[in-house]
């Protein structure tokens, strides 16, 4: 495993995990992120998740346990950049445990790193909870809700053509 990113409190540590050794984490993260893809509805698999951080598609952070290297929590995310030169580090999934414990000093990764990368910001789609954990954050803010539905029959499984 690459050295990690910064140190955080009650022993934990984050990490950007680099492409060589994405395949060093994947088995434990793949656990981890089962949980977001399931609540995607179908739009994403870890497998999905897995080839777009295998061709640079997407960066994939842990945070880990430096008494044992537990990974704890993994953080999906990517850089998109709108039509108008808007670049956003965008926040594709965040999923473990433990949350509490890092949320605040995980984010001030992502500021800085995205900030050395050119972002002019941080943006992501969350479960409703996700707000509990950014509401007291200065410069947060809800910006729009998402709503869908989707039918049921016949959609799991089936391949698009």
Request: aromatic share 12%.
């Amino acid at each position: 495993m690459n050295e990690p990113a910064f140190n955080l409190e009650n022993k934990l540590k984050v990490s950007l995990i680099l492409t060589p050794e994405l395949n060093t984490v994947w088995k434990d993260c793949e656990q981890i992120l089962k949980k977001s893809c399931k609540r995607s509805d179908g739009r994403v698999r870890t497998v999905d998740i897995y080839y777009r951080i295998a061709r640079n598609l997407s960066q994939l952070w842990i945070i880990f346990d430096d008494d044992d290297l537990s990974i704890v929590s993994c953080l999906v995310t990517n850089i998109h950049t709108y039509p108008t030169g808007l670049k956003m580090l965008n926040i594709e999934h965040i999923a473990g445990k433990k949350m509490g414990d890092w949320i605040d000093q995980g984010l001030d990764v992502l500021y800085r790193w995205s900030k050395d990368n050119d972002c002019h910001g941080i943006e992501g789609l969350g479960r409703a909870g996700f707000e509990n954990w950014i509401k007291d954050k200065e410069g947060w803010e809800q910006t729009s809700k998402f709503y869908q539905i989707i039918f049921r029959f016949g959609w799991i499984g089936k391949k698009i053509h």
